[in-house]
C-alpha cells in the first residue's frame, strides 16, 4: 500500500485503541524492521510440502540444534476431524516433529490448550495417531499440566502487565508456531499471534476485550523460533470452531517465516483481506514486533 493510505490505517486503528500511540512513535518503532524472508509453498502431498517449505527457509538445521528441548505448538484446540479445518493438520504437526528429531533435538513436545475436552480434542483431530506413528520416545504429545503455568511480567505491554504463561512455551530451546489459518467470530482470523493463546492460564475471556492488543502485548513476551502457519485447507466461516465443510477451503499451501507479524500478514490475504484489517498484526507491527507490508518482505514462493 502506498505511505498516505498506509497512515490513515495507522490512524484509524489507532484512533480505537485505549492507548493511542502517536504517529511518530509508530515510524519510529517500525523505521528499523528487518526485511523478513518468508516461505510461501503450495502442494497436494503435505510431508514433502512441509519438508521443501523448511528447506527453503535454509533447513532445520538453521532452527533446531543437536541436544535441544523443541516444542512445536498446533491448534488442537477443537473436538473436529482435520477436514474440518478446525485444527492444524496432524500430517504437518508430524513433519516437522520428525525434522526436529532428525536434526536430533533431545525431546519434541507437543501441546495446546484446548477449548473442548483435551483427549477427544487430542484424538478427533489426528494429532494422536500421527505423534504415536513417529515411534519415537522423544517426540512427546502432551496434556496441559495447569502446574506448569508461571506469572510473567509483560513489561512492554500497553494493555497487559502480567499473566500466567506456560514454562515449557518460554523454556524451550526452539519453538515452532503451527497454528491453522481460519476464521474467527471475535478477531475476524485466527493465526499465529491468535494461537498463543493455547499457551496461556488465567481468565482467557478477558483477553477478548481489546483483542488485537492484548494478543500483541503477549507477542513480547512469547517468542516463537519459527511460524508455520498450516493453510492446506482454511476455515472461511463460523470460526474458530467450524464444523461444516462448506466452510472449508483446500489451499495447500503452507507460509513460514521467523517474523511471525509477516507470517499473520501474508496470511490474511488468502482470506482476500489486508493485514491492516487485522487488529493484532496491526498492533504488533506498529509496535515494531515484526513486518506487515507485503512489498516490504522477500516471499520466497514454490509450487510443488
Known amino acids: 500500500m502506498d505511505r498516505r493510505r498506509?497512515?490513515?490505517?495507522?490512524?484509524?486503528?489507532?484512533?480505537?485503541?485505549?492507548?493511542v500511540t502517536p504517529l511518530w512513535r509508530i515510524e519510529e518503532a517500525t523505521a528499523s524492521l528487518k526485511v523478513p524472508e518468508i516461505a510461501r509453498v503450495s502442494g497436494?502431498?503435505?510431508?514433502?510440502l512441509v519438508e521443501e517449505t523448511i528447506k527453503l527457509l535454509g533447513g532445520i538445521g538453521r532452527y533446531v540444534k543437536a541436544g535441544d528441548s523443541v516444542v512445536v505448538k498446533p491448534n488442537i484446540g477443537w473436538d473436529r476431524k482435520p477436514e474440518q479445518a478446525a485444527n492444524s493438520h496432524p500430517l504437518v504437526v508430524k513433519t516437522l516433529v520428525k525434522l526436529a528429531l532428525e536434526a536430533d533435538a533431545k525431546e519434541v513436545r507437543v501441546f495446546?490448550?484446548?477449548?473442548?475436552?483435551?483427549?477427544?480434542?487430542?484424538?478427533n483431530s489426528g494429532m494422536t495417531?500421527?505423534?504415536?506413528?513417529?515411534?519415537?520416545?522423544?517426540a512427546k504429545l502432551l496434556h496441559i499440566d495447569k502446574r506448569k503455568f508461571v506469572p510473567v511480567k509483560i513489561t512492554k505491554g500497553r494493555s497487559l502487565t502480567e499473566w500466567d504463561i506456560y514454562k515449557d512455551a518460554l523454556t524451550a530451546d526452539c519453538y515452532i508456531n503451527v497454528p491453522v489459518a481460519k476464521h474467527h467470530g471475535l478477531s475476524s482470523l485466527t493465526l499465529g499471534l491468535k494461537n498463543s493463546m493455547g499457551v496461556i492460564?488465567?481468565?482467557?475471556?478477558?483477553?477478548?476485550?481489546?483483542?488485537?492488543?492484548?494478543?500483541?502485548?503477549?507477542?513480547t513476551v512469547i517468542k516463537p523460533t519459527l511460524t508455520v502457519i498450516d493453510a492446506t485447507r482454511i476455515l472461511l466461516n463460523n470460526g474458530p470452531q467450524g464444523g461444516s465443510l462448506k466452510d472449508v477451503r483446500k489451499m495447500d499451501t503452507l507460509l513460514a517465516s521467523t517474523d511471525p507479524v509477516a507470517a499473520d500478514a501474508l496470511?490474511?490475504?488468502?482470506?482476500?483481506?489486508?493485514?491492516?484489517?487485522?487488529?493484532?498484526?496491526?498492533a504488533a507491527f506498529q509496535m515494531g514486533l515484526g513486518q506487515m507490508q507485503?512489498?516490504?518482505?522477500?516471499?520466497l514462493e514454490r509450487t510443488l
Open 6 to 19: 498506509f497512515i490513515r490505517q495507522v490512524m484509524r486503528y489507532c484512533a480505537g485503541l485505549s492507548l
Open 44 to 48: 497436494s502431498d503435505y510431508s514433502v
Open 112 to 123: 495446546d490448550y484446548t477449548c473442548n475436552e483435551k483427549r477427544r480434542c487430542y484424538n
Open 129 to 138: 495417531e500421527a505423534i504415536q506413528s513417529l515411534d519415537d520416545r522423544r
Open 201 to 219: 492460564g488465567g481468565n482467557r475471556g478477558r483477553l477478548h476485550h481489546d483483542l488485537g492488543q492484548n494478543l500483541a502485548d503477549l507477542a
Open 267 to 282: 496470511a490474511t490475504t488468502l482470506f482476500g483481506l489486508k493485514p491492516e484489517d487485522i487488529a493484532s498484526t496491526m
Open 294 to 299: 507485503p512489498d516490504k518482505m522477500n516471499i
